[in-house]
């Protein structure tokens, strides 16, 4: 049995406010600091009071208003400041073993509980639509957040596979299914076969399992939609055109995506996102949306005084290297980006929960008909995926390193080169990239075509990854022609055998050839 606290849910929202960064001397000199706060708002500040702001959404990008940007820029230092552990975790999870009968006490029982559901609802629909007793816990009201986000017809339609879309849109189906909302008082008990974690990245139960340890990258996003372009019909993946620029203490390469938005023909929704690694003096996002005010306009031709801004968007996004996480407790499973499934470099959390949606519903829906809800079996659910873990170097790559040799010019170099070969060897090695997934083939292409290409970044690449990282790379990089290779050739040969093995086998080898599959990317159909 396991014990999930709820009281502590919220973890997200219990940062504390912003502290005052000067002690009260004397009554004279706090007046005057409060006037100067008084006086002179930032841009960001003027801009994002400017806007009306409903109620805010959780989840990373969900919170609008200005002081909650200062909420999640006072997160953000701590990390920075913090040597390894960022916070002692509060223990959410524990195990306990007939200390009382959950279903006499409890106010409901569930097959699964899905605890986060601005996203989890996708898996709470799809379990549901299969017939499982599904609750979601949620602290906020259970409803979409508005998020403009590009995302492929193949991949909505993954949606549509798996269940969740029908003929209704996700609200209706969401009104229909999870009805009657229980209020909980804290001490209420839910009880549940399955626990899924959908609370994201900044997971309290993550907390706990990675013991409050400092994520290994960070990718902060700041941006805006906002009306008034005259451009309406490019998008842009990925644009970059400055080199390393300093900012605050210390360094970061920007990089640009845009598109149209579907509020209104001039709307458009562009972002600037960087890679940084987690340390003091690295750059705090009302510094970048700064830098975005003056930068924004000169990418997209447009003057800041014709722009009508309609929603601030920002973001912290951590990173893991060793990702997805395995299931650390029993019963207890972590989905989307509390898994740390997404990639490390487009940090496309929703994209990945789409395309691994439907493979995760079998296997939890096999798990809780069979009883393998240990965490040696939840495991299986959370594989590791060479694609992955490759992916990590690309995210260091792109990082301005702070103190290198290395020029300033060379992420873009590196970017421009890589783009051009994949380019050169066309649709088949540029799609899936573009879209996240990372193959085999066409990597070693492209990295052949770059080292004949450019031979001579070599030894840069060296200096920006670093020796350690490039070896760990090498390693994901064979496993990655490995997992293709058994995924190819192994998988047709064991596949016609699985319903002769015994059910538990049965279990594990179909979650292994889906940990080839999926952690070789072939499950990216064009
Ligand atoms: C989304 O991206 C695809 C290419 O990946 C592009 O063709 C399409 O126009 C984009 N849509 C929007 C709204 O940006
Ligand atoms: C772009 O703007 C033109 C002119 O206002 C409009 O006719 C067209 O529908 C817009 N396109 C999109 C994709 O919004
Ligand atoms: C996995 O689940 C099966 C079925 O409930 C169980 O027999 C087995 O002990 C579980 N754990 C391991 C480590 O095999
Ligand atoms: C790994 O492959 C899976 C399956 O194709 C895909 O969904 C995922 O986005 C890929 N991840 C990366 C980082 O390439």
């Keep these: ?296 306009p000169h990418y997209q031709g447009v003057s800041l005084e014709n722009l009508e801004i309609l929603r601030v968007i920002y973001g912290i996004f951590p990173t893991y290297r060793d990702s997805p996480l395995p299931a650390a407790f029993n019963r207890v499973l972590q989905f989307g980006d509390a898994s740390g499934i997404q990639s490390p470099v487009s940090f496309g959390g929703f994209g990945s929960l789409t395309r691994h949606l439907q493979r995760l519903v079998t296997g939890i829906y096999e798990a809780i008909n069979e009883d393998f809800l240990d965490s040696y079996n939840l495991s299986l659910l959370n594989p590791y995926m060479p694609n992955l873990s490759a992916s990590w170097l690309f995210q260091r790559a792109m990082s301005a390193r702070q103190q290198s040799n290395v020029s300033p010019d060379f992420i873009t170099e590196l970017l421009c080169v890589n783009f051009q070969s994949m380019q050169r060897l066309g649709d088949p090695v540029l799609r899936p990239f573009l879209q996240d997934v990372v193959q085999f083939v066409p990597l070693a292409k492209t990295l052949g075509l770059v080292m004949l290409t450019k031979p001579q970044l070599l030894p840069s690449i060296f200096k920006q990854v670093g020796i350690p990282v490039l070896l760990d790379w090498s390693g994901h990089f064979f496993m990655l022609g490995y997992y293709t290779f058994l995924s190819t050739f192994a998988d047709p040969v064991i596949r016609p055998l699985l319903s002769s093995f015994p059910s538990k086998m049965n279990y594990e080898w179909k979650r292994r050839l889906e940990a080839w599959k999926y952690g070789a990317g072939l499950d990216y159909k064009r």
């Design 1 to 296: 049995m396991v014990l999930l606290h709820l009281g502590f849910i919220n973890g997200v929202s219990q940062c504390p406010l912003v502290t005052p960064l000067v002690q009260r001397r004397s009554h004279k000199a706090s007046r005057h600091l409060r006037f100067i706060a008084q006086s002179i708002p930032s841009r960001t500040q003027r801009i994002m009071e400017g806007i009306s702001v409903s109620d805010e959404v959780g989840g990373a990008g969900g919170a609008y208003s200005y002081n909650a940007l200062k909420r999640l820029d006072k997160l953000w230092s701590d990390i920075c400041s913090a040597q390894t552990v960022v916070q002692e975790p509060q223990q959410i999870v524990s195990s306990v073993r007939g200390i009382f009968d959950a279903d006499d006490k409890a106010v409901d029982t569930f097959d699964v509980l899905v605890c986060g559901g601005t996203l989890g609802i996708f898996i709470a629909t799809a379990l549901s639509s299969k017939g499982l007793r599904v609750g979601i816990v949620e602290r906020n009201i259970l409803k979409g957040r508005e998020q403009e986000w590009n995302i492929s017809r193949k991949e909505l339609f993954e949606l549509v596979e798996a269940g969740v879309l029908v003929e209704e849109d996700i609200e209706e189906a969401t009104a229909m299914k999870f009805n009657p909302v229980l209020q909980l008082a804290e001490g209420d008990i839910l009880s549940s076969r399955l626990i899924i974690d959908a609370m994201g990245n900044f997971s309290p139960v993550v907390k706990q399992i990675r013991c409050g340890r400092k994520p290994d990258g960070v990718c902060l996003v700041v941006g805006s939609c906002a009306r008034g372009f005259k451009d309406n019909s490019t998008s842009d993946v990925i644009y970059s055109s400055s080199s390393v620029k300093k900012v605050g203490t210390s360094e970061a390469q920007y990089f640009w995506e845009a598109f149209p938005a579907g509020s209104g023909p001039m709307d458009r929704t562009t972002y600037m996102f960087t890679y940084v690694n987690p340390q003091p003096g690295s750059p705090k996002l009302e510094e970048l949306l700064e830098e975005y005010w003056d930068l924004m």
